[in-house]
């Protein structure tokens, strides 16, 4: 079975320090890989998604996030945070074929502080 | 457009009780999924429905949760005889195509569930 870890579970930033959230996961085949963030309040979105290809992916809010396969991860940067990314990110990882079921990391609690 | 709706966006109810959630996704979407997501837990997987297959239930978590998809759109997750464990945010998502591999998760925004 699939799985997912973010070994990260309460990052404490500054403004315009630079980011990166851990996350490695479980799975013999090919897998898709999602960056999900709620803002306080809000529902969890999509940051962005790697199916295949370039393993560099960039997404909203100048988030990218890198596919190793060797390392099976798929950290999430940013080279200057702001306020506003204060929120809780999840990693989450999907097969490629079969099973459509989404399995998502504990997540990480980022809080950026002004 | 319309995102996924969830209904009531809050339950308190007793111990014991039956509840019923409601969820209404994206006009379109083949695939709707149920999560649950505790404190501290993340996001805990209950079932997945995907056109007129059968669900995946491979998530709920005992006998007492139940979940039906009438007519490919509206679902309902049923929790009997509710336990305080219970208690936890209940979140909604659907994907627009058959496969759904290429299409991202589109998630409402959570019905808050508290057993007391």
């Known amino acids: 079975a699939q799985s997912v870890s973010q070994h990260n579970h309460h990052v404490i930033l500054s403004e315009a320090a630079s980011l990166e959230l851990g996350c490695n996961y479980s799975y013999g085949g090919t897998v898709n890989l999602f960056w999900y963030v709620q803002y306080p309040g809000q529902h969890l979105q999509l940051l962005l998604k790697?199916?295949?290809?370039?393993?560099l992916v960039k997404g909203i809010k100048g988030f990218e996030a890198e596919f190793i396969k060797s390392k099976f991860s798929f950290n999430l940067r940013k080279p200057s945070v702001q306020w506003s990314d204060t929120a809780e990110y999840f990693c989450a990882v999907r097969s490629n074929f079969g099973n459509e079921k989404l399995t998502f990391g504990t997540g990480t609690r980022l809080t950026i502080i002004p | 457009g319309a995102g996924v709706s969830q209904s009531p966006s809050n339950k308190v109810t007793e111990k014991g009780k039956d509840v019923e959630l409601r969820c209404d996704p994206i006009?379109?979407?083949?695939?709707l999924y149920w999560y649950r997501q505790s404190l501290g837990q993340g996001l805990e997987f209950l079932i997945y429905?995907?056109?007129?297959?059968?669900?995946?239930k491979s998530g709920l978590p005992s006998d007492r949760f139940s979940a039906e998809r009438t007519g490919g759109s509206v679902s309902t997750l049923t929790i009997q005889r509710t336990q305080q464990e219970d208690s936890a945010v209940y979140l909604c998502a659907s994907s627009s195509n058959g496969q759904g591999r290429n299409s991202p998760l589109h998630f409402g925004n959570g019905t808050r569930l508290t057993v007391t």
């Open positions: 790697y199916f295949s290809g370039d393993p």
């Open positions: 006009s379109g979407h083949t695939a």
């Open positions: 429905f995907q056109g007129n297959s059968a669900p995946d």
